[in-house]
């Protein structure tokens, strides 16, 4: 039990686990901020130029609820959610353009980092030795005596 203790905290503590943990922390809070400004923000514009009080209103009711003789539900409305699915649709592309928008700026950055990295490679490359001007005069020589 304490070696099945001991291998689950160490897989616990490995770096990759720690960061997808934040990861995961970190997307559930962006999805309620996604959520909120699809449902508090843009929902109610579209709502507003279709002419409905809110997107329920979009969705076509199907088959009506029934209600017993008591008053309450015996079966329930079948209700095509159009304005819901249209609300998750928004969601969803607002997610996808952040994320687009997140991996395009770390693109960029890796570029400019690798730019940078190659410039400063090739300006600590040492410099070939420039020839003296002995050794230019012995090479000049040295041709013309195998053109003879």
Same mark, same amino acid.
């Given at each position: 039990?304490?070696?099945?203790?001991?291998? #689950?905290? %160490?897989?616990?503590? !490995?770096?990759? $686990?720690?960061?997808?943990?934040?990861?995961v922390?970190?997307?559930?809070?962006?999805?309620?901020?996604?959520?909120?400004?699809?449902?508090?923000?843009?929902? @109610?514009?579209?709502?507003?130029? #279709?002419?409905? !009080?809110?997107? /329920?209103?979009?969705?076509?009711?199907? !088959? @009506?609820?029934?209600?017993?003789?008591a008053?309450?539900?015996?079966? %329930?409305?079948?209700?095509?959610? #159009?304005? /819901?699915?249209?609300? /998750?649709?928004?969601?969803?592309?607002l $997610?996808?353009? $952040?994320? #687009?928008?997140?991996v395009?700026?770390?693109?960029?950055?890796? +570029?400019?980092?690798?730019?940078?990295?190659?410039?400063?490679?090739?300006?600590?490359? &040492?410099? +070939? &030795?420039? @020839?003296? /001007?002995?050794?230019?005069?012995?090479?000049?020589?040295?041709?013309?005596?195998?053109?003879?």
């Amino acid at each position: 039990m304490k070696k099945l203790i001991k291998e #689950f905290k %160490e897989f616990i503590m !490995r770096g990759n $686990v720690l960061d997808m943990a934040v990861g995961v922390i970190i997307a559930t809070a962006f999805g309620k901020i996604t959520t909120s400004l699809v449902n508090d923000l843009f929902m @109610p514009f579209i709502s507003w130029i #279709f002419g409905a !009080r809110d997107m /329920t209103a979009l969705n076509i009711i199907v !088959r @009506p609820e029934v209600l017993d003789e008591a008053g309450e539900v015996a079966q %329930e409305a079948l209700v095509l959610g #159009f304005g /819901t699915f249209i609300a /998750t649709v928004i969601d969803f592309l607002l $997610v996808a353009l $952040v994320v #687009f928008l997140i991996v395009k700026a770390f693109n960029k950055a890796h +570029e400019i980092a690798e730019k940078k990295e190659q410039a400063a490679a090739e300006e600590a490359a &040492p410099e +070939e &030795p420039k @020839p003296t /001007t002995e050794e230019l005069l012995a090479q000049i020589l040295e041709e013309l005596k195998n053109k003879k």
